[in-house]
């Protein structure tokens, strides 16, 4: 059997990808990669997803300059998610500006639970989007 048709995609051919710094361990992004961009990744040896609101392949990077570099590709037990560790270039994976997409917590006791902003910015987006 040929690695990718161990990847079991969903009704709409993708499967989520996990994004993951290779030397912190720190989750960057959430994304999908359908066939064509999982196995440009694996060619490459950059991140490649899809793009769902641009219905295209989404080369991550291609806008900002923050590449991701794959250091490994890992498939779960079940074989319906990618696990991508990878060297951020740039330092900034959120569209944001921040090193990462998680950038919120949920704080504050039961009556009083909030989203707070938890990293600043690095890069304005304005500077990596034109």
Same mark, same amino acid.
């Given at each position: ?36 961009? +999982?196995?440009?990744?694996? /060619?490459? !040896?950059? *991140?490649?997803?899809?793009? $769902? ?30 696990? +991508?560790?990878?060297?951020? /270039?740039? !330092?900034? *994976?959120?569209?944001?500006? $921040? ?32």
């Amino acid at each position: 059997m040929n690695w990718i048709d161990e990847v079991v995609f969903d009704a709409d051919g993708l499967v989520p990808a996990i994004a993951q710094d290779w030397q912190s361990g720190r989750i960057l992004m959430v994304a999908w990669m359908n066939r064509e961009s +999982l196995l440009e990744t694996a /060619q490459t !040896g950059r *991140a490649v997803y899809w793009s $769902r609101s641009r219905k295209r392949l989404w080369r991550k990077g291609e806008e900002s300059g923050n590449t991701q570099r794959v250091c490994s590709l890992r498939l779960d037990c079940d074989g319906d998610v990618i696990l +991508l560790t990878v060297e951020q /270039q740039g !330092g900034v *994976a959120c569209h944001t500006g $921040r090193e990462s997409c998680f950038f919120r917590e949920l704080t504050g006791d039961a009556s009083a639970r909030q989203w707070q902003i938890t990293d600043e910015v690095l890069k304005d987006p304005e500077s990596m989007y034109k």
